[in-house]
């Protein structure tokens, strides 16, 4: 049991975003972590940042655009990560 709720934890806490958080220039960075077991790119995480970066563009009435797209993939005892800088235009 104990080994059970160790995982359902480091699952919770893998999947975690930072949220929007503002940087320089009207830039903003949103970054998160896979919880996928395995090799292979995180697309569903970059799916949910770019989700993310919208839903905050579109209250203003704008449109995400790119500014840098980091992504690592998973590998062996490594989750995948995804980091996203954009701006609102």
Known sequence: MRYFLAIAFVMLVSCS???VVPMDG???MIA???AQAGF???NGVKADVY???N???TKQHKTVETVNLEVTD???ARPGSVSLQF???
């Open 32 to 34: 998160k972590r896979s």
């Open 26 to 28: 009207g830039t903003f």
């Open 17 to 19: 975003s930072t949220g």
């Open 74 to 76: 998973s590998g062996f």
């Open 40 to 42: 292979g790119p995180p």
């Open 51 to 53: 989700r993310e970066a």
């Open 87 to 89: 701006r609102c235009k």
């Open 55 to 57: 839903e905050f563009c």
